[in-house]
Nanobody
Framework: QVQLVESGGGLVQAGGSLRLSCAAS?????MAWFRQAPGKEREFVAR????????DYADSVKGRFTIFRDSAKNTVYLQMNKLKPEDTAVYYCATGFGTRNSYDYDYWGQGTQVTVSS
């Protein structure tokens, strides 16, 4: 059983930055961030394979968001720069097989709201 505890998020103006964190208990193979806006399906944002530090991003966030880890703290972060109003969503971290598909993730954080004002 893995528990994920998220922190960060909040309200920011367009062009601003936020950092999300996700602390995990237990061993991890891969971590990912997904997001879900009102009335929309949950979508992939970024993923990281723990053993290789391989990182992958959705096209919509590439060049603006960075996923990285602190292995000593068993924590993954999502640094979000140049935020846009369309980034507004509840952001979830998850651990699982490391694909872009949310169905391949078994454990999820509680979600944190990110709101970007125009």
């Amino acid at each position: 059983q893995v528990q994920l505890v998220e922190s960060g998020g909040g309200l920011v103006q367009a062009g601003g930055s936020l950092r999300l964190s996700c602390a995990a208990s237990g061993r991890i193979y891969a971590m990912a961030w997904f997001r879900q806006a009102p009335g929309k399906e949950r979508e992939f944002v970024a993923r990281l394979i723990w053993s290789t530090d391989y990182r992958d991003y959705a096209d919509s966030v590439k060049g603006r968001f960075t996923i990285f880890r602190d292995s000593a703290k068993n924590t993954v972060y999502l640094q979000m720069n140049k935020l846009k109003p369309e980034d507004t969503a509840v952001y979830y971290c998850a651990t699982g097989f490391g694909t872009r598909n949310s169905y391949d993730y078994d454990y999820w954080g509680q979600g944190t709201q990110v709101t970007v004002s125009s």
